[in-house]
C-alpha cells in the first residue's frame, strides 16, 4: 500500500481506466458467460443495500425478510411443498457444496452419483467433503443416462445428481425417471438448476412443451436455482431449496455471537445486496415478464443456431435451452479471431467446441452483428 493517500477524484478514475480494460455484458461483447447483465432495478436495489449483512439478520430485519420472500417466490415457482426451506447462497458452487453437505449429514455416507456433464463445483465438493463422485458417462444425447446412473448407485450412495441446463450445452437431464428411482429407492436426488432455474418454469408461457424438473416430482429431495444466472440480479445470490426443512438442522453451527443462534450456509459474512436485487426483480418482472425474458432467449438461441446450421457449421447438440455449443476444429484460434471483432465466446474444450449463451443482455441486433463478423473468422 503507498504511503499518502489518493484523493477520491483520482481513485475513480484509476478505477475507471482500469474498468475500462474489462469487456461488459451490455455492449454484447461477452456471449459465452451463464450471466448475465443484471436488470436495471436490480442495481438500483443493490446500491440500496450495500451494509447489509445476512449473516447478523437480528441487525437487518428489513433485508432478512426480503431473504425470506424470495425463497417464497422459488418455492413456489418450483413446487415446493409445505416444511421445504432454503437459504440464499453466494451461487451455483454454494448451493451444490451444501447440497452434497446436507446428503452427507443426513446419510452419513459419501458417495456421490452424477452424470458427466455435471458442473465442476463437485469436484471441489469432493476434496472438501472427500466424497466419492462417481461420474455417469452421459448418453449418446449428451443427457444423464438414466440406466447407467441407477446402475451406478449402491449401498454407499448419499446423493444423486441431475442438470437442469448443463453448463456446456444447456441440456436438460430426464429428471422424471431419475426421480421415480430415487423415490422408489429412498435415495436423494438434487437438481442443479443453476442455470435452467429461470428459463424452464416458463417454457409453456414461452410457447415450448414443459419439461418435469422440479419438486412437483416426488423423488426431488433439492433443487438450486442462481438468481445471478437467469434471475439477472448482482452477484453473488445462488439458492438451494430442499425438500424437508429440517435437514438443514443436521448442518448448522452454533454462532454464539450473532443475531441467529446457528447458520448452515458456508458464508459467515452474507451480502444482503444481491437479496435486494433478486427482490427487485421479481418485484418488477413478476411471472409474465420473466416468461416474456425467458422466451426472448430461447427464441433468440433458436435463431442463431439456425443461421449457424445456414454456414454449415455443426451443432454439439440442438439447442434444448439457450445454450449454442458449435464445434470447430481450432476453436482456440476461433476464440482469437472473435475476439478481435469484440467477441467473447466460450471454449468447451474437451468438445472441441465454442459455446454461446444466449443470455437477456445478448440482443437480436448483438447475434445479427456477430453472424456478420463469424464466417470471416470460421
Ligand atoms: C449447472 C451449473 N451449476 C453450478 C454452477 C456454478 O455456479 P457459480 O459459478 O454461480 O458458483 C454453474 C456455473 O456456470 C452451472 O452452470
Redesign the pocket.
Known sequence: MQEQGWGRARVLEALKATRDEDYTFVDGEILGS?CTAPHEIAVAAHAQFLETNLGDPGHFPGTARLEVEVLADLAALFHAPQGAAGRIVS????A?LLACLLAKAATGKSQVVLPASA?F?FEKAARLMELDLVHVPVGRDGRADVEAMTKAVGPKTALMVA?A???ELGLVDPIEPLAWFCQENKLRLHV?A??GGYLLPFLADAGRTPVPFDFSLPGVWSLSA?P??GGMATIPA?ALLVRDGHAWDAIAVASPYLSTRTQSTLLGTRPGAPVAAAWAVHRHLGRAGFASVAETCLDNAAYLAAKLRGLGVEMVAAPELAVVTFRHRDPSALQQRLQGHGFRVNLVTRMGAVRIVVNPHVSRATLDRFLKALPACL
Open positions: 451463464m451461487g451455483g458452487t454454494e451444490n458442473h463445483s442438470v441446463g448443463t453448463t442443479d443453476a442455470y442462481d445471478h444466472k445462488g
